[in-house]
Structures are given as C-alpha cells and as structure tokens.
C-alpha cells in the first residue's frame, strides 16, 4: 500500500495560522547541497571516545554577495554531524564561544537530566566550558544537537545552532539500509529564513506564533542539488525549524519509504507519496530512484515551492527488497493501577500554556517512577477552526503513540517517538517510560511557544536513592 495523504487535519495546517509566510522560490542558481562533515573524535580509547563540541559564531556564503554572520557547532553553521554507537562510553568536552549563554541538548537521546541532555538547568557561559559524559544505550536513530537557554532557544536555532545525531547500532547495521554517510546515507535538516541585507535579523522577523523565513534551507543551502550516484539514497529528514510544518513530496509524485522515526527503525516500511512533519520530528526514509536515467533532476517540494533537487548520475543497479518486518518494538506493559497522565497544551500567540501555567525553572511539575510506564493523554485544546498543530516533546524518554482521539495513529507511528504533532482538538495518548532518574522537560516544539513558556518539567524517580537536584532560576542563565 502507497498512502497519498499527510493524515494531519487540513484546518489546521500552518497555512492558516495569522502570521503564515509561504515559501518562496529563490531567484538564485542552484548550490551543491551542503554535507555537514562527520564530527572526528578527538581520541578513542578502547570503548571510551572523546569529542569536543563548539558553538561559535562565523560567517556563511548563503545568498550570493555578503556572507551571512552565523552560529554553528564545530563549524560557522548548523554543525558537523556527531556520529554516536550503541554501548560506547562518550565524553564530550563542550565549549561556548559565543557572546552569550547557551545550552547543548541533545534531543532524543536517552541520558540524564536535567545537566548530561542539556536543557536549561546546563548553562555554558561564553568563553566556558562543561564536560559530559554517557554511555549510549538505545538503538540506531537520527537525532540532534541544538541549544536551549531559557528563553532564548528559538533566537539561537534561528542563528544556526543545529547538529545532526546519527546513532548506530548492529541489529540496524544487518538491514538493507544505505548507511554510506554522505554519499546514499545524507541528513536533510529543513529550517526557513529571511535575510535582510543578506543578514538574519531575528527581532525584525519575530513572531510570538512560532518564527517563519520566507526562504527554505536543507542542511543550511538555498536551492541545493544533491548528486545521486547511487540507485537508493536515506534521507535523515530532520525539522528543525523554529515553527514551520513541511509538507513534502517529490514534484513527480515519486514514492519513498519511510523505515525509522523520531526514536530508530520502525517495524514494517511505510511506503507514501507525501509526508508532513512539525518541528523537530524526524523521519527517515529511502528513495529508489531506479526508475529514473542518468540527468533526470527530481525536485522535492513542499507544498508548491521547491526545496532542494536531486540530480541522477551514473549509478549501478540494485535490486534490493526491503523486509516487511524491520525490527520488533518491545512494547512495555503499561503498569497497573496507575492513572492516566493528562497534559494540555493550550493558547496560542502570547496565550500559551502547558497545564495552565507558564514555565517556572524552579518548580517540578510532576513526578513519575522510573521503570514504570504510564499512559499520558495529550490535549490540545486549540479550536479545530482557526487553532494550530502543536508538535509535543519530551526529554529523556522515547514515547509509543497509542491513539489519537481513540482512533488509530497515523501508519508512520507505530515506532518510538520523541515528538508528536497534536492537532487543534485532539487528544494523542502516548506510553511513557523512564529509564534513568533525573529532571525532564516536556514542551511545545514550536520554539517561540517554548520560549513563552509552553513547557513544564517532570522529575523521573528512583523510590530507593532520593535525589536532591539544584534548579537554577532564569537569573542564574
Ligand atoms: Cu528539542 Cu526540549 O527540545
Ligand atoms: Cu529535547
Ligand atoms: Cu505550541
């Protein structure tokens, strides 16, 4: 079965929003798409690797003239794509130079909070420094690296801040997965932007709704062509955009495979002709391009506007099926005699609210047991007419997606998740379990509603070591 729809409602699609700002097409010639580099360890020591990691600020050819002043990790924007393996011990030495605050959080990975995943409660202060360290324990996925100062989050993605994480593992490494990173293995990293004077200016630009660009970026390049030298090609699709929902398909209706969520490889491929993703989720997908000769370009779009194109080279033939069963998800046994978690999302602009309240670094809103699994219904109390999408996410944990409304998830659901876009009126229940003690943020994924304060804190326990933890206030940011 080849599924042609993007299962969110319609009504509520950005589109609609007040503030919308559709993309447009650039006047400028086409680019090679920019391949953020593999970060190198800094040394390796048996099952010990070392990284540096630096945000820093530069300068980046974006639009033709003025180079565009840009923040990245370990390079001037977004960041070199840090390269992690199931069962490694990392140290990460992590450095801010930058004129200001930040964090390094790495989103959808399943280490301690509130400092080693780096929310707000893990400051680096410019010219600073700060040293983490985890053994990975979860199976191959693409996550990412981004900032997430309290409550400067969106300003600083905005900026660049963004790094690709590609988690591997054996059982993945089995499958018949193109994993040539860079050459049929790339990320695909969808952010928007406007330039002033080829300059970002975020202030100029703001909107308390979720900040749009007119501009769509892959991996930071304005009308970027990939050159496909092989017959398939994995996109590690990533949106990290501040508020932007993309809604993709190839201009020639191509179909493509969908085989990994946001937490790793789904069960069974899903395969479709369009996919809408809300910010930070991520989806990994192939595409065979065997029926297509040396010199055809196919471009990929969202909504009308062309995003990047795919040039086919010279590839050899293949001729590889995927398995209909991927991978088995060990789904826990929901835990019994504990009630339903119910978490709301509501407002819009300025109006935001995650239970009704705002976010206060000092107060732990909730408390679940680790090892324990709970259902959490999510609401979003938006109107169906004229509310939004708000994309939930929680730290620490990678979540199952059991219902929407009572009804069936959407086919591209039913591997873990981190993130799950919760459409105006809808309650998505989700399986939560934590593994690890620590302090845990859950939020919006729209930044700007992060930044407003659409986001709360749950403290995972262990009943038999108490654990007392230092919240720092936003002053101490
Ligand atoms: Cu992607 Cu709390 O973040
Ligand atoms: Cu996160
Ligand atoms: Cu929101």
Redesign the pocket.
């Known amino acids: 079965k080849v599924y042609n729809d993007y299962f969110f409602d319609e009504p509520v699609f950005d589109l609609h929003d007040g503030g919308y700002i559709p993309l447009e097409k650039v006047d400028i010639p086409d680019q090679p798409l920019n391949i953020p580099a593999a970060l190198k360890p800094d040394k390796v020591d048996g099952n010990d690797v070392y990284y540096t990691i630096t945000a820093q600020a530069g300068e980046t050819q974006i639009l033709p003239g003025k180079k565009t002043k840009t923040w990245g990790y370990s390079t001037s924007l977004l960041g070199q794509t840090v390269v992690f393996k199931q069962g490694v011990h990392y140290h990460i030495h992590l450095v801010n130079e930058l004129p200001e605050v930040t964090t390094f959080?790495w989103?959808g990975l399943n280490v301690t909070g509130p400092i080693v995943d780096g929310?707000p409660h893990a400051p680096v202060y410019p010219g600073g420094s700060r040293d983490i360290d985890f053994t990975l324990d979860q199976p191959a996925q693409t996550d990412?690296l981004?900032p997430?100062p309290c409550p400067n989050?969106a300003r600083q993605v905005w900026n660049g801040l963004a790094a690709a994480v590609v988690v591997t593992d054996d059982e993945e490494a089995k499958l018949p997965f193109p994993r040539n990173y860079g050459v049929d293995d790339i990320p695909v990293i969808l952010q928007d932007r406007t330039y002033h004077d080829n300059q970002l200016d975020y202030k100029k630009d703001y909107d308390v709704d979720g900040t749009l660009g007119k501009y769509a970026l892959v991996n930071g390049t304005i009308n970027g062509v990939f050159d496909v030298t092989t017959q398939r090609v994995r996109l590690r699709i990533l949106n990290g955009s501040d508020r932007r929902e993309w809604r993709l398909h190839f201009d020639d209706d191509h179909e493509f495979t969908q085989i990994a969520s946001d937490g790793g490889t789904l069960p069974e491929p899903v395969r479709f002709t369009k996919l809408m993703l809300t910010c930070?989720e991520r989806a990994e997908v192939i595409v065979d391009f065997g029926d297509k000769k040396p010199g055809d370009v196919v471009t990929l779009m969202s909504d009308d506007t062309p995003i990047m194109k795919f040039k086919i080279g010279n590839y050899t033939r293949e001729d590889v099926k995927l398995p209909e069963h991927l991978t088995t998800i060990n789904a826990p046994e929901v835990t019994p005699g504990l009630p339903v978690t119910k978490t709301v999302m509501s407002g819009m602009d300025d109006q935001v609210r995650l239970d009704g309240k705002l976010f206060d670094m000092q107060r732990i809103d909730r408390r679940q047991k680790i090892g324990d699994t709970v259902l959490w219904d999510v609401v979003n109390t938006n109107d169906m007419d004229g509310g939004m999408i708000h994309p939930f996410?929680m730290?620490g944990c990678q979540f199952l997606v059991i219902s929407r409304n009572g009804k069936d998830v959407y086919p591209n659901e039913h591997g873990w998740k981190d993130?799950v876009g919760v459409n105006a009126g809808e309650t998505v229940r989700i399986a939560v379990q934590f593994t690890k003690f620590g302090v845990y943020?859950y939020?919006c994924?729209i930044l700007e509603h992060?930044d407003t304060g659409m986001?709360a804190q749950i403290e995972a326990y262990d009943p038999d070591h108490k654990h007392e933890y230092h919240l720092i206030s936003m002053d101490e940011m």
């Open positions: 959080h989103h929310g990412w981004h997430h989050t930070a996410h730290h993130t943020m939020h994924h992060e986001m």
